[in-house]
């Protein structure tokens, strides 16, 4: 009997991509065994029950490449708040009962089957293959690659690319290679794999997820491939647009972020002054010859929210001790009843404790309530290197907000 892969997919106000998602699965995907799980992570409109009335009827007539009718499972919908990419993916792993686990974003489309493909992939070499993406396509330019694995990250600038990217299909780009990382636009990993380099961490928000968790991955020991094989379509640019100061806020912060996360001893120094010093003044500077202020204003503020964020939230499951605990219990649970009952991530648990304690004192004054967050706040361990003189001279000049 062939594995179960659950497909999850998180829909963020696109019910029209994700739908068609969706729709291109059911019509297409010739795998006998697969459940889709979408996680709605906080639209504005009644999305999620829109989905779920949709796909809440088994049979799909003409659904299969043949014409004849399919049944398939009702499509499980998972109502969560607006806590990311990650934060939405981690909300489905806890329906998800899949053997192998089928990150795709909703914007994609499917023109052939990938599933297979995908898990023969990673079943080659069971043991040591923990993750595969397939190729990917531009969309509106479906001879166009986007994805056709990645180069490694430098380890200074943090900057790397991918191959294919903007290149027409040829016969050099359909050979099965091993890649430094999977593509957050379609990546399917093994549970095993899960169990034992974690999920992904939520600290991030908006980028840099997939290749923290890459990174996290082959540190435990696993490969990553990149399938050509199996070929998935993305429209690109739904979620947060090109030249827009939210793209450049997250992206600052998440590149400060994964340098303090992954990088040990000098690179970790380097990395981080580069960042700091070079990169994102520089890029400041571009933009404020232009014109684009509020880009620019992003760009630093980014950058300073990655500097500020405390350290035991930035090291969140990663932490030394704590990753041990958690990977140890996660199988504990698993071994014991073989539920996809996905651990959080350790700050998650934090904010719910924060939030079981505030209920317990429900009638605490203003007064006391803001000195012991300004107490709090002169004690808070910011950065474990030393780039905060620079970092607050931006701040304060900006008037960045730091909180998010």
């Given at each position: ?258 340098a303090r996360r992954n990088l040990r001893g000098i690179g970790k120094y380097l990395s981080c002054a580069y960042l700091c010093i070079l990169a994102a003044p520089k890029k400041a500077a571009v933009y404020l010859l232009h014109g684009q202020v509020a880009l620019a204003k992003a760009t630093i503020c980014g950058t300073c929210e990655g500097i500020y964020k405390n350290s035991r939230t930035v090291l969140g499951i990663r932490g030394r001790n ?83």
């Amino acid at each position: 009997m062939k594995a179960l892969v659950s497909i999850i997919t998180v829909n963020y106000n696109g019910l029209r991509d994700t739908c068609e998602m969706i729709d291109s699965f059911r019509s297409r995907e010739t795998y006998p065994r697969y459940e889709i799980i979408v996680v709605d992570n906080g639209s504005r409109l009644p999305e999620a029950e829109e989905i779920q009335e949709r796909y809440r009827d088994n049979p799909v007539p003409g659904g299969s490449l043949s014409g004849s009718p399919v049944s398939f499972p009702p499509v499980k919908v998972v109502r969560n708040i607006n806590n990311g990419f990650a934060g939405g993916n981690n909300a489905g792993l806890k329906a998800a009962e899949g053997d192998y686990l089928f990150f795709i974003n909703n914007d994609t489309l499917i023109k052939e089957p990938v599933l297979d493909a995908l898990v023969r992939r990673i079943e080659s070499d069971s043991p040591r293959n923990g993750g595969v993406s397939p190729m990917l396509k531009f969309a509106a330019r479906p001879d166009t690659l986007q994805y056709a694995g990645f180069t490694p990250l430098s380890p200074v600038t943090l900057r790397n690319s991918a191959i294919g990217f903007m290149q027409q299909d040829s016969p050099r780009f359909r050979i099965p290679r091993e890649t430094a990382s999977l593509h957050g636009a379609a990546m399917m990993v093994s549970r095993r794999a899960l169990q034992d380099a974690g999920t992904m961490s939520e600290v991030y928000f908006l980028f840099y997820e997939e290749l923290d968790w890459s990174a996290q991955l082959r540190k435990a020991g696993y490969r990553l491939w990149y399938e050509p094989a199996a070929v998935v379509y993305h429209k690109e640019g739904m979620t947060a647009r090109r030249g827009s100061p939210t793209r450049e806020f997250y992206l600052s912060r998440a590149r400060m972020l994964f340098a303090r996360r992954n990088l040990r001893g000098i690179g970790k120094y380097l990395s981080c002054a580069y960042l700091c010093i070079l990169a994102a003044p520089k890029k400041a500077a571009v933009y404020l010859l232009h014109g684009q202020v509020a880009l620019a204003k992003a760009t630093i503020c980014g950058t300073c929210e990655g500097i500020y964020k405390n350290s035991r939230t930035v090291l969140g499951i990663r932490g030394r001790n704590q990753v041990h605990d958690e990977r140890a219990g996660y199988r504990r649970n698993h071994q014991a009843d073989n539920l996809p009952d996905v651990q959080v991530g350790h700050e998650s648990q934090l904010q719910g404790k924060r939030r079981t304690d505030s209920r317990r004192t429900p009638h605490r004054s203003r007064e006391t309530s803001k000195g012991k967050g300004e107490r709090v706040e002169k004690s808070r361990n910011y950065t474990s290197f030393n780039l905060l003189t620079v970092s607050k001279y931006f701040q304060t000049v900006l008037h960045c907000n730091t909180t998010a």
